[in-house]
């Protein structure tokens, strides 16, 4: 009993650091973007040169990577507006393990994408998370089905 006191201490008092101080995320909110300005934004930065995405080819740009990172498409968790956003801003910050085989990072294994940072406004970033957001599709987990065994 008295370790799972500790435990649940233990935990209340990292839940607490974690959202305090001045590193916290609290308070922190984008605006609304809108899809169809988003879509423009991922046509004008010519985000086909390094992705790719169901629905959308364009021949006339220059592909930029041996192998064009995916957008979209089916997921095993929801792609959340906050980890879109940090994907724009600071693609480096969370790499799938895969795409570092797949030649997606540099030799230090930091992102190979392009920093937007001083190039694209806010408005921008919000309407291009907003028209990619819905481009995830939640991929149904599929439950293993144990037998029934009754006594």
Avoid: W
Avoid at 58 to 75: I, N, S, Y
């Amino acid at each position: 009993m008295r370790n799972l006191h500790l435990i649940a201490v233990t935990t209340a008092l990292l839940l607490t650091a974690c959202t305090q101080g001045p590193e916290s995320p609290r308070g922190f909110s984008l605006p609304e973007g809108d899809p169809q300005a988003g879509e423009a934004v991922f046509i004008a930065y010519q985000c086909l040169a390094c992705h790719t995405m169901q629905g959308f080819e364009d021949t006339d740009t220059e592909q930029q990577l041996a192998k064009r990172v995916p957008l979209g498409g089916d997921v095993k968790t929801i792609k959340t507006y906050a980890e879109l956003v940090t994907s724009v801003i600071n693609p480096s910050h969370k790499i799938a393990p895969g795409f570092k085989r797949k030649g997606y990072t540099d030799e230090q294994g930091q992102s190979k994408m392009r920093n937007y940072n001083d190039v694209m406004t806010v408005t921008e970033m919000t309407n291009l998370v907003a028209f990619l957001q819905p481009k995830y599709n939640l991929k149904p987990f599929n439950r293993t089905n144990y037998p029934q065994y009754f006594p």
